[in-house]
């Protein structure tokens, strides 16, 4: 009788550890939604040219927001990633991507954008 209420008490222990431990993971070590946005643009010195802009939903910022994040290195003041909150549509993310390169004067280089989720 002792040994079976120890057995259930270790299953009943063992289950609720390891639903907290998968609730954390799942919360701590993946990124929330991420995608991409890959962009191919002519360069005068290179001829042609690719990069990519990360695009993060986060979900402890406005719900409507668009958060620009630039680089630091090595190219200071270049966009980095969008943090985005958890209602923005992809229509949302080109128009304000549409709208950075037009006040950057980079909207006539631009050849193709594409975005990945």
């Not at 270790?10 to 995608?35: A, C, D, K, Y």
């Not at 992809?90 to 390169?101: A, S």
Request: charged share 25%; proline share 4%.
């Amino acid at each position: 009788m002792l040994s079976q209420i120890m057995c259930l008490t270790f299953q009943i222990v063992s289950f609720l550890f390891s639903e907290t431990l998968i609730h954390t993971i799942g919360i701590r070590g993946e990124n929330p939604e991420m995608g991409l946005l890959w962009i191919e643009a002519k360069c005068n010195q290179h001829g042609f040219e690719r990069y990519k802009i990360k695009v993060i939903k986060k979900f402890n910022i406005p719900s409507d927001e668009i958060t620009p994040r630039y680089r630091s290195r090595p190219k200071p003041g270049e966009l980095s990633c969008l943090l985005v909150g958890r209602d923005v549509s992809t229509q949302d993310i080109e128009k304000f991507i549409t709208d950075y390169f037009h006040q950057k004067g980079m909207w006539e280089s631009i050849i193709r954008m594409r975005i990945e989720v």
